[in-house]
């Protein structure tokens, strides 16, 4: 069994986490999406949150569970029999710490691959802080999120009123 194990802060899942979901799960037979709790940056959205709203988004995907996990993420895909890491890889931003990461992951573990995702094209310039940003002043954000994470962030983040 090919089993794939997608990590991420997911604060919130976007439109371009998903199309990198939507097309690793049709190469494994099975990817786990692993949602980070203990990054350094204080997050957003809670994590059971996160976690709804992935189920949410991907509950059309048969093969694909959702779980939290804090620790190193190679232990973690190692105890999850995942022979791959799954990553999403953005227009220039993202090659320099994936690369390294990479690395580092392959010294701890040599058995367990990375496996980069290209960006769909549409999501190149797509990120969580960005739609956090835009979100929080009542920018529309519709086409940068599902539908449940736009609904999510109206009714729990909402914008402050403008001041007359
Ligand atoms: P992390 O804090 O681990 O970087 P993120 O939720 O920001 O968590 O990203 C998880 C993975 O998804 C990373 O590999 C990131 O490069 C990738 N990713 C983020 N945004 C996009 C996007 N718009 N399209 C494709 N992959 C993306």
């Not at 691959?113 to 797509?126: H, P, R, S």
């Not at 956090?132 to 914008?159: C, M, N, R, T, W």
């Given at each position: 069994m090919r089993v794939a194990l997608y990590p991420g802060?997911?604060?919130?899942?976007?439109l371009g986490h998903l199309d990198v979901i939507e097309r690793a799960s049709k190469l494994f037979d099975r990817l786990i999406i692993a949602v980070a709790t203990n990054t350094k940056k204080a997050p957003y959205i809670n994590a059971s949150a996160r976690i709804d709203l992935i189920k949410a988004c991907t509950q059309?995907?048969?093969n694909v569970d959702v779980t939290e996990f804090n620790g190193l993420t190679i232990q973690f895909a190692k105890a999850s029999q995942a022979q791959v890491i799954i990553r999403g890889l953005r227009a220039v931003s993202d090659f320099e710490f994936e690369f390294k990461m990479s690395q580092m992951n392959k010294s701890l573990d040599s058995s367990i691959e990375t496996l980069f995702m290209m960006a769909g094209l549409d999501y190149q310039f797509l990120s969580s802080s960005l739609v956090k940003e835009v979100a929080q002043f009542g920018g529309d954000i519709s086409k940068a999120v599902p539908a449940p994470v736009a609904e999510y962030l109206k009714q729990h983040h909402p914008p402050p009123a403008l001041a007359p």
């Amino acid at each position: 069994m090919r089993v794939a194990l997608y990590p991420g802060s997911f604060d919130p899942i976007t439109l371009g986490h998903l199309d990198v979901i939507e097309r690793a799960s049709k190469l494994f037979d099975r990817l786990i999406i692993a949602v980070a709790t203990n990054t350094k940056k204080a997050p957003y959205i809670n994590a059971s949150a996160r976690i709804d709203l992935i189920k949410a988004c991907t509950q059309h995907l048969k093969n694909v569970d959702v779980t939290e996990f804090n620790g190193l993420t190679i232990q973690f895909a190692k105890a999850s029999q995942a022979q791959v890491i799954i990553r999403g890889l953005r227009a220039v931003s993202d090659f320099e710490f994936e690369f390294k990461m990479s690395q580092m992951n392959k010294s701890l573990d040599s058995s367990i691959e990375t496996l980069f995702m290209m960006a769909g094209l549409d999501y190149q310039f797509l990120s969580s802080s960005l739609v956090k940003e835009v979100a929080q002043f009542g920018g529309d954000i519709s086409k940068a999120v599902p539908a449940p994470v736009a609904e999510y962030l109206k009714q729990h983040h909402p914008p402050p009123a403008l001041a007359p």
